[in-house]
């Protein structure tokens, strides 16, 4: 079983930290840092270490149940479920989403071409 998590909390983000918590973990999952079948800390365990609510921590983990990523087990505690490629990889490209609408917003702000993106990503792909 893990003792501790690489998870930070940001009070002052908007966004609520049951999510801050459920995405990290998720990332950390999707990323193989954390492996299949891993026990992660208990509910508890995590709330004190990260100075946050029992019910906060149950709602990220009920979240990444629902979401296919972890599994609870009965008087055992929560496990890395069996990854899903499928659903790996449409978080991923939800991010990466994300970060081409910002790409796209600041082109557009400066004027720059669609074609000339497209050459950027060709040098950053490796291509001519």
Same mark, same amino acid.
């Given at each position: 079983?893990r003792?501790?998590? +690489?998870?930070?909390?940001?009070?002052?983000?908007?966004?609520?930290?049951?999510?801050?918590?459920?995405?990290?973990?998720?990332?950390?999952?999707?990323?193989?840092?954390?492996?299949? +079948?891993?026990?992660?800390?208990?509910?508890?365990? &995590?709330?004190?270490?990260?100075?946050?609510?029992i019910?906060?921590? /149950? /709602?990220?983990?009920?979240?990444?149940?629902?979401?296919?990523?972890?599994?609870?087990?009965?008087?055992?505690?929560?496990?890395?479920?069996?990854?899903?490629?499928?659903?790996?990889?449409?978080?991923?490209?939800?991010?990466?989403?994300?970060?081409?609408?910002?790409?796209?917003?600041?082109?557009?702000?400066?004027?720059?071409? /669609?074609?000339?993106?497209?050459?950027?990503? +060709?040098? &950053?792909?490796?291509?001519?």
């Amino acid at each position: 079983m893990r003792d501790t998590m +690489d998870i930070i909390i940001d009070n002052s983000a908007s966004l609520p930290i049951y999510e801050q918590l459920r995405n990290q973990i998720r990332d950390q999952i999707i990323n193989d840092v954390l492996a299949y +079948d891993e026990q992660l800390p208990s509910i508890r365990v &995590l709330a004190k270490d990260l100075s946050i609510s029992i019910m906060t921590v /149950k /709602k990220a983990y009920d979240a990444l149940e629902e979401e296919g990523f972890i599994v609870t087990r009965q008087g055992k505690g929560s496990f890395v479920a069996e990854k899903n490629e499928n659903v790996a990889r449409e978080i991923v490209q939800k991010q990466m989403e994300e970060h081409m609408e910002a790409v796209v917003a600041i082109a557009k702000d400066h004027a720059i071409e /669609k074609e000339d993106i497209m050459a950027m990503l +060709d040098v &950053l792909f490796g291509g001519d």
